[in-house]
């Protein structure tokens, strides 16, 4: 998928469905919760039950977005007796990370303050507008 040719074109049946891949691969990184997992992957392999107690989640939540994750071919799992192992699927996915905070860290705060997909506005408790 090569998405910086920078043609001033329709893009083509095949590039239509390379970008509807690319959406699906970056929907599925959309959740804080999946997002968590991934970069919870990147320091090695673990278990939901592992999961479950760093992040404080029903081990349903934790399961849900793990097969969300296997589903999508960026997660996989080696089964180890009656326990199953998590790992990523591919070690592009790190540099995905890398190269996305990279552009966070040149963007500065201006993604977090995008009208349609920032971060809701932090308000204290008990304090209306």
């Known amino acids: 998928m090569a998405m910086n040719e920078g ?4 893009p083509t049946v095949s590039e239509a469905a390379d970008l509807d891949a690319a959406v699906a691969l970056f ?25 479950v107690d ?3 989640m029903a081990q349903s939540t934790v399961s849900a977005h793990i ?10 799992g080696r089964p ?3 326990q199953v192992f998590y790992s990523l699927a591919r070690p592009e996915l790190m540099d995905l990370l890398a190269s996305a905070e ?6 500065g705060s201006k ?4 009208p ?14």
């Open 7 to 10: 043609a001033a074109r329709p």
């Open 27 to 51: 929907h599925s990184l959309s959740d804080g919760t999946r997002l968590t997992i991934v970069r919870r992957l990147t320091l090695g392999e673990t278990r939901v039950a592992d999961l």
């Open 54 to 56: 760093e992040l404080g």
């Open 67 to 76: 097969a969300c994750l296997r589903g999508c071919g960026l997660v996989e």
């Open 80 to 82: 180890q007796g009656r």
């Open 102 to 107: 990279s552009l966070l860290a040149a963007t």
């Open 111 to 114: 993604v977090a303050l995008c």
């Open 116 to 129: 349609n997909y920032g971060a809701e506005p932090r308000r204290e408790p008990g304090v209306t507008r």
